[in-house]
């Protein structure tokens, strides 16, 4: 009998707490185990110093998978989340369809942030819409150890050098390590496949879209740096057979942590991980631009993801102070130490403890500064769908690299008639 009022006393108590009507508000974010950890954190701070509870939403890592759950909750007017992280890849789309409150009213100071980024991403039709939480770029990732071990003194600065390292450091490490490969990126059908193909066809001298906005999807740099792709895989089999079928972010960094592997593509995030405490390869990794063909420039694919307010939230004062909060000086400094992304605001550059702590970071800038952003149209989505889908047929061997460009080229063009069409 007592115990039975106890826990009635107890009910009670715990549905008045909940049913408080305390606001709360939530935060959607994703990525790797360490990042999420991180918000963690973060959210407990700002909740510890403002008073203001809030609650994480936790994403996978895979940006299209991300991207499908915030439109989902966008498209049904939903008040949560309030604040979310989205990608320089769909952030216009999301402006656009109207999804993202202007933060023009709140007097936020945008001089410390990269400008271009700002221009580039964060406005849409004269309003701020998000700030810059960090920038990503391609990297190649490569292991000094064994470069030097097999008597190279720098790393690959044509697409031909990787491959003959690739090739010979693999022959060498497969006579212990059944395992080994020597190049690994990501190739599975989605979002990174096509940050990882614009890199190299830029690298060739081709592109996706001119400055005009023509599709130049189906041009001869292009296939020549396809049909490289291609060859990786299954000509030279320095890639593993898998690259096309599971190859994200995620699995590329296992793979290359797990120290069976000389040479990897992946943005900054990989490094703090490839460097903590437990990793297999701490201090043997090191970082440089990625290839290119020769006689033309290296690229790295803009990415880089941006904090946003709903449009629908019901607590904007206080979304707006958590925004300014996760892009501070000070948090994204912290950031930029714990995880090792390259922070959007310009003035962390110059810190002194970044300098030291972080100068592959401070180093690279100029790989940051010239990224070759994806098209800056509201229907790159498509485009990428489209893209993806051909250049991973084409990875697969389901079809010729010319004929997955031509594919894809009829498509694209079909695209923007019709968006053309429509204005
Ligand atoms: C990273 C980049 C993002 C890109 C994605 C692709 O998260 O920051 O811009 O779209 O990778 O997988």
């Given at each position: 009998?007592?115990?039975?009022?106890?826990?009635?006393?107890?009910?009670?108590?715990?549905?008045?707490?909940?049913?408080?009507?305390?606001?709360?508000?939530?935060?959607?974010?994703?990525g790797a185990p360490n990042e999420i950890?991180?918000?963690?954190?973060?959210?407990?701070?700002?909740?510890?110093?403002?008073?203001?509870?809030?609650?994480?939403?936790?994403?996978?890592t895979?940006?299209?998978?991300?991207?499908?759950?915030?439109?989902?909750?966008?498209?049904?007017?939903?008040?949560?989340?309030?604040?979310?992280?989205?990608?320089?890849?769909?952030?216009?789309?999301?402006?656009?369809?109207?999804?993202?409150?202007?933060?023009?009213?709140?007097?936020?100071?945008?001089?410390?942030?990269?400008?271009?980024?700002?221009?580039?991403?964060?406005?849409?039709?004269?309003?701020?819409?998000?700030?810059?939480?960090?920038?990503?770029?391609?990297?190649?990732?490569?292991?000094?150890?064994?470069?030097?071990?097999?008597?190279?003194?720098?790393?690959?600065?044509?697409?031909?050098?990787?491959?003959?390292?690739?090739?010979?450091?693999?022959?060498?490490?497969?006579?212990?390590?059944?395992?080994?490969?020597?190049?690994?990126?990501?190739?599975?059908?989605?979002?990174?496949?096509?940050?990882?193909?614009?890199?190299?066809?830029?690298?060739?001298?081709?592109?996706?879209?001119?400055?005009?906005?023509?599709?130049?999807?189906?041009?001869?740099?292009?296939?020549?740096?396809?049909?490289?792709?291609?060859?990786?895989?299954?000509?030279?089999?320095?890639?593993?057979?898998?690259?096309?079928?599971?190859?994200?972010e995620e699995?590329?960094r296992?793979?290359?942590?797990?120290?069976?592997?000389?040479?990897?593509?992946?943005?900054?995030y990989?490094?703090?991980l490839?460097?903590?405490?437990?990793?297999?390869?701490?201090?043997?990794?090191?970082?440089?631009?990625?290839?290119?063909?020769?006689?033309?420039?290296?690229?790295?694919?803009?990415?880089?993801?941006?904090?946003?307010?709903?449009?629908?939230?019901?607590?904007?004062?206080?979304?707006?102070?958590?925004?300014?909060?996760?892009?501070?000086?000070?948090?994204?400094?912290?950031?930029?130490?714990?995880?090792?992304?390259?922070?959007?605001?310009?003035?962390?550059?110059?810190?002194?403890?970044?300098?030291?702590?972080?100068?592959?970071?401070?180093?690279?800038?100029?790989?940051?500064?010239?990224?070759?952003?994806?098209?800056?149209?509201?229907?790159?989505?498509?485009?990428?769908?489209?893209?993806?889908?051909?250049?991973?047929?084409?990875?697969?061997?389901?079809?010729?690299?010319?004929?997955?460009?031509?594919?894809?080229?009829?498509?694209?063009?079909?695209?923007?008639?019709?968006?053309?069409?429509?204005?």
């Amino acid at each position: 009998m007592k115990l039975s009022a106890l826990f009635l006393s107890l009910l009670i108590s715990l549905t008045s707490l909940h049913c408080s009507g305390d606001p709360v508000l939530t935060f959607m974010a994703g990525g790797a185990p360490n990042e999420i950890a991180y918000w963690e954190s973060v959210v407990e701070t700002f909740e510890e110093e403002t008073g203001i509870a809030v609650r994480l939403i936790r994403q996978t890592t895979d940006t299209d998978q991300r991207k499908q759950s915030i439109i989902l909750a966008l498209r049904g007017r939903r008040s949560d989340p309030d604040v979310m992280l989205v990608d320089v890849a769909w952030i216009g789309q999301l402006a656009a369809s109207g999804w993202l409150m202007p933060l023009n009213d709140y007097n936020i100071d945008t001089q410390p942030f990269f400008s271009p980024v700002i221009s580039l991403a964060n406005t849409y039709e004269e309003s701020l819409i998000g700030l810059p939480l960090y920038v990503d770029g391609g990297l190649l990732y490569y292991r000094k150890d064994l470069l030097e071990k097999y008597g190279y003194d720098s790393p690959p600065q044509t697409w031909e050098q990787l491959l003959e390292m690739a090739k010979t450091v693999q022959n060498g490490e497969r006579e212990h390590n059944s395992d080994f490969w020597g190049y690994v990126w990501q190739g599975a059908q989605y979002e990174g496949l096509i940050c990882n193909a614009l890199e190299t066809f830029v690298s060739a001298g081709g592109g996706i879209l001119d400055s005009h906005g023509n599709s130049i999807t189906s041009t001869e740099e292009n296939v020549k740096a396809l049909e490289f792709m291609i060859s990786l895989i299954h000509e030279h089999a320095v890639s593993p057979p898998n690259t096309f079928t599971d190859m994200k972010e995620e699995e590329v960094r296992m793979t290359f942590q797990a120290g069976n592997t000389l040479f990897q593509r992946n943005w900054p995030y990989a490094w703090g991980l490839h460097n903590a405490k437990d990793s297999e390869i701490k201090g043997k990794v090191a970082i440089a631009p990625l290839p290119s063909f020769p006689e033309h420039q290296s690229a790295a694919t803009l990415g880089g993801w941006h904090a946003v307010v709903s449009a629908y939230s019901d607590m904007p004062e206080e979304a707006v102070q958590f925004l300014q909060y996760i892009t501070s000086y000070d948090v994204q400094k912290d950031m930029t130490l714990n995880l090792g992304w390259n922070p959007g605001r310009s003035d962390l550059y110059e810190n002194e403890t970044i300098q030291s702590s972080a100068p592959h970071l401070v180093e690279l800038k100029p790989v940051f500064e010239g990224a070759v952003p994806r098209p800056v149209v509201p229907y790159y989505s498509e485009i990428s769908q489209i893209l993806q889908k051909q250049i991973n047929a084409a990875l697969a061997g389901q079809v010729s690299a010319a004929q997955a460009l031509e594919n894809a080229d009829k498509g694209i063009v079909n695209l923007i008639t019709t968006h053309e069409n429509a204005q």
